[in-house]
């Protein structure tokens, strides 16, 4: 949970992934590289529809979505979903106490409703299995049903659902998929 304090955690690498969203697109999932990709994530987040926020997130102004992204950077481990050069999908894992990690996603407005989210998810929930992650942590907006859904078919439960939906998945349990 955002309370908890961050853990410093050496990654193992990600390995790119080419996936077909729902329209058969192709689209490029990759370790985000903050020097490279920082100015195209800021663009995504500069772009990003404010309807679809969620808990206060992403900030709305260029001085504090670069703060925020410098310090998801400097804490945590990020893969992007990447379409012809321009991010469309950020996902950003912080370890916390405990072996488990806290999971941000957002994907841009264009590209919502077409799996990309979904596929995101598979990736880092396996990428965390194979780094050794105790569990996963996500705090959303309990009116967000649609992200609500996407978290439960990929596994996770609703832990406390109150203003703010926190929900977990355990990866030590076995997974039936």
């Not at 992934?17 to 987040?45: A, N």
Request: net charge negative; glycine share 6%; with cysteine.
């Amino acid at each position: 949970m955002a309370s908890e304090k961050s853990v410093k955690f050496d990654f193992p690498e990600f390995k790119p992934v080419v996936v077909k969203d729902k329209k058969g697109e192709e689209i490029l999932i990759r370790q985000y590289v903050h020097e490279k990709d920082r100015e195209k994530l800021i663009e995504m987040y500069e772009t990003y529809d404010p309807e679809y926020r969620c808990l206060g997130l992403p900030p709305v102004s260029r001085k504090a979505i670069e703060n925020w992204i410098d310090y998801l950077a400097e804490n945590g481990f990020a893969i992007v979903a990447e379409k012809a050069g321009r991010i469309v999908g950020h996902l950003v894992i912080v370890p916390i106490e405990d072996m488990r990690v806290d999971l941000t996603i957002f994907i841009h407005q264009d590209y919502q409703n077409r799996g990309l989210g979904q596929e995101m998810m598979k990736l880092i929930i396996d990428y965390c299995k194979k780094a050794g992650f105790k569990g996963i942590m996500l705090v959303t907006e309990r009116s967000n049903s649609r992200a609500i859904h996407v978290y439960k078919k990929v596994g996770f439960k609703i832990v406390a659902p109150y203003y703010e939906c926190d929900m977990y998945l355990d990866l030590t349990e076995q997974q039936h998929q």
